[in-house]
């Protein structure tokens, strides 16, 4: 399964900012669509992507001044992406050794999807399900 395949099923509604809007204007939009992190574009480009966590770990060592500050100040930079042809798997793997929850999906530099950590596991253990269903159908056939 690819997550091409993911975003057929999910959808490829993404919620992503400006890299030139206020942190402030950031959070409102992660509060407004309860979402943990979105791309962040800079002439239709994903050029970074911001979480919450980049919002607590730059209030934390910086002071509220950081609500102020542009976007591209606070996001992690350059973003890591998928394209619509990678696996599954390679995409749960992405994730673990770099240590994100989220994957822009980008195809010829333009933002079409966003999958998360959750839309991917969900995916295997639907996957796993099947598979022993299929198990559970040839020993009970033969």
Known sequence: MTVGAILARKGNSVVSIESTASVTQAIDLLAEKRIGAMPVMAQGQVVGIMSERDVIYH?????????????????????????RDMSVLAGLSQMTRRRIRHLPVVEDG????????????????????EEAEAMRAYITTA
């Open 59 to 83: 209030l934390r060592s910086e002071g509220p001044q950081v609500l102020d500050w542009p976007v591209s100040r606070v996001m992690t930079a350059p973003a890591i992406t998928a394209t």
């Open 110 to 129: 333009r933002l079409i999807g966003i999958v998360s950590i959750g839309d991917l596991v969900k995916q295997r253990m639907d996957r796993i399900e």
